[in-house]
């Protein structure tokens, strides 16, 4: 199993919601990471866990708040968001460094709207 | 963090090479440099990776300079599935792959 697997693949909500996103792999990966996506844009690096602790925070706003209750899960919760939140945002996973296969399995993201 | 800097847009014809190439000057010693491409309405996807030696794989080859201040991705005969946003990305120590603004590849049937 090579799939890194997002739920919901669209999600429409309104600045006063809360919502999550969730992010699950199962190649036993210990690395994982949120990127957010505007369109025709390269992704954004958010959040990085590394053995199920935050590792990486790259100055993002509260009302984004990770979570990684477990090795194979990863989840995003939304509150309060701004209409320019909209994007697609990407989850992501890895090996360690200098391991073989050291490289970044993407899911297909969730196209997130935010009335 | 060292950045990466790759052009705008790159055409090719079909089955013929194409060398996309990035810069990035501040590329520290233990930096790996990797290569992703992502098709519309898809998450990125690894091509190839490397440290300072040159690599192949089944998808393409990297071709990294002795300073590492730059590197191409050749793909050695482009197809149509082969159009997509290339990305050149370094990553560091701290498990943080930073992507670069991307060459989108049109390939000419």
């Known amino acids: 199993d090579t799939e890194v697997t997002q739920t919901p693949k669209h999600l429409v909500m309104g600045m006063t919601n809360k919502k999550s996103l969730k992010c699950e792999q199962h190649?036993?990966?210990?690395?994982m990471y949120w990127y957010k996506q505007k369109a025709k844009k390269p992704p954004e690096l958010m959040f990085v866990?590394?053995?199920?602790?935050?590792?990486i925070n790259e100055s993002v706003p509260s009302r984004f708040s990770p979570e990684c209750p477990n090795s194979s899960l990863l989840n995003l919760h939304l509150h309060a968001l701004q209409p320019e939140d909209s994007a697609l945002y990407l989850c992501?996973?890895?090996?360690?460094?200098?391991?073989?296969?050291?490289?970044?399995?993407f899911g297909s993201g969730t196209q997130l709207s935010v009335l | 963090d060292a950045k990466t800097t790759q052009p705008n847009s790159m055409e090719s014809n079909e089955e013929e090479p194409v060398h996309l190439p990035c810069n990035h000057s501040t590329i520290s010693g233990t930096d790996y440099i990797h290569w992703y491409r992502q098709l519309p309405s898809q998450g990125p996807e690894y091509v190839i990776h490397g440290l300072t030696s040159n690599v192949n794989n089944r998808m393409a080859s990297l071709a990294i300079a002795e300073d590492r201040k730059s590197s191409t991705l050749i793909l050695h005969r482009a197809t149509l599935r082969d159009a997509a946003v290339y990305y050149c990305i370094l990553r560091n120590t701290g498990n943080q792959f930073y992507f670069g603004t991307g060459t989108s590849l049109t390939v000419i049937p």
């Open positions: 992501a996973s890895s090996r360690p460094r200098g391991t073989a296969n050291e490289k970044l399995f």
């Open positions: 190649m036993g990966h210990r690395a």
């Open positions: 866990y590394s053995y199920e602790k935050l590792s």
